[in-house]
């Protein structure tokens, strides 16, 4: 079935661990997203890519980084975790108009 | 930079009609996205707008006035699966990610 995979579903994290949220994609769409979804605050850009070999930065960056390697991967790193990173993380890919979402993966730093 | 404001909460009765309004602010516009998500879910492309005036799919419409800066997303023959959050989101340019609004948490009652 096409679609998005994230890894882990769920995670509980020391503070100051660093972690690499995983995101694969079978749909061959260029462009790759990481949003962060907190209660009453919707979801938020975190890093994006709109084709392999390039980046940029979201809305709220500070604190994680991604690479592309190649189309289907983009993998989410937190160098050193802090309880704020605490919060449900969504990965999602686009080929033109539509976004298609992984099912995310619940984060929490304790 | 981009805004977007849509109600927090709305309550319908099955079989009613509601309408979920959105309002935005943005250096540029390509164009406004509806996605659904119930709780514990990803999120889902409902509709895209990228010009004036109303898109139908199914039970759900969605209209946009460029010119208001406003769109909505209209759901007919309300059923209590409709229950979910609503987030309208919008993309500057053609290589922008998107900008989401905070939700709307759409509540159908018997």
């Known amino acids: 079935i096409a679609g998005i995979t994230q890894a882990p579903t769920s995670q509980i994290l020391a503070a100051g661990r660093r972690m690499t949220l995983r995101c694969t994609q079978d749909?061959?769409?260029?462009?790759m997203y990481w949003y962060r979804q907190d209660l009453g605050l919707g979801l938020r850009l975190i890093h994006y890519s709109n084709t392999a070999g390039t980046t940029g930065k979201g809305e709220v960056p500070d604190g994680y980084s991604v690479s592309r390697a190649n189309t289907d991967d983009f993998p989410l790193t937190l160098a050193s975790a802090v309880p704020s990173q605490t919060s449900v993380y969504f990965c999602?890919?686009?080929?033109?108009?539509?976004?298609?979402f992984g099912s995310g993966t619940r984060l929490t730093v304790v | 930079g981009q805004s977007l404001e849509q109600p927090s909460e709305v309550t319908a009765v099955e079989g009613a009609i509601v309408q979920i309004n959105c309002t935005y602010q943005?250096?540029?516009?390509?164009?406004l996205s509806w996605y659904q998500q119930h709780d514990g879910g990803a999120p889902t492309f409902l509709s895209y707008n990228a010009l004036d005036g109303l898109e139908e799919t199914g039970r759900f419409s969605s209209f946009l006035s460029r010119s208001d800066s406003y769109g909505y997303l209209l759901l007919q023959e309300l059923q209590m699966k409709d229950s979910a959050s609503y987030f309208c989101?919008?993309?500057?340019?053609?290589?922008?990610?998107?900008?989401f609004g905070k939700g709307t948490r759409l509540s159908v009652i018997a």
């Open positions: 749909m061959r769409h260029n462009a």
């Open positions: 943005t250096s540029g516009f390509y164009g």
């Open positions: 989101a919008v993309k500057g340019s053609g290589n922008t990610p998107l900008v």
């Open positions: 999602a890919s686009s080929d033109s108009i539509g976004y298609t």
